[in-house]
Nanobody
Framework: QAQLEESGGGSVQAGGSLRLSCHPTRPGYTVGHYCMGWFRQAPGKEREEVATIDRNEIINYSESVKGRFTISADNGKNVMYLQMNSLKPEDTAMYYC???????????????????WGQGTQVTVSS
């Protein structure tokens, strides 16, 4: 059973936008209190980090998405978002939400600390 639920994936043309959402299903987990992140994996490729955000709202982006993607955490709604703009075909992948029980991403290590994962939402960008 997934401990996180992702939604918002779909198929768009290059230059389009999507917003992904991640909601914890485990009671007691509060978005914004812990280091969380978005990861993606394309067929035949290793999973890669897209963006992370922690308790102090310290954000880290992969260079490939910097300036185009925005990660945010809403602890009132208990949802983490990934706003994706100016999408490119190379962004095509399965996108996963992941969560830790560590407060700060600077104290977190992948994959050890990312113990909660969603089942993924597919993003397909056509040229």
């Amino acid at each position: 059973q997934a401990q996180l639920e992702e939604s918002g994936g779909g198929s768009v043309q290059a230059g389009g936008s999507l917003r992904l959402s991640c909601h914890p299903t485990r009671p007691g987990y509060t978005v914004g209190h812990y280091c969380m992140g978005w990861f993606r994996q394309a067929p035949g490729k290793e999973r890669e980090e897209v963006a992370t955000i922690d308790r102090n709202e310290i954000i880290n982006y992969s260079e490939s998405v910097k300036g185009r993607f925005t990660i945010s955490a809403d602890n009132g709604k208990n949802v983490m978002y990934l706003q994706m703009n100016s999408l490119k075909p190379e962004d095509t992948a399965m996108y996963y939400c992941a969560a830790t029980w560590v407060s700060f991403c600077s104290d977190s290590t992948y994959p050890r600390d990312y113990r909660s994962w969603g089942q993924g939402t597919q993003v397909t960008v056509s040229s």
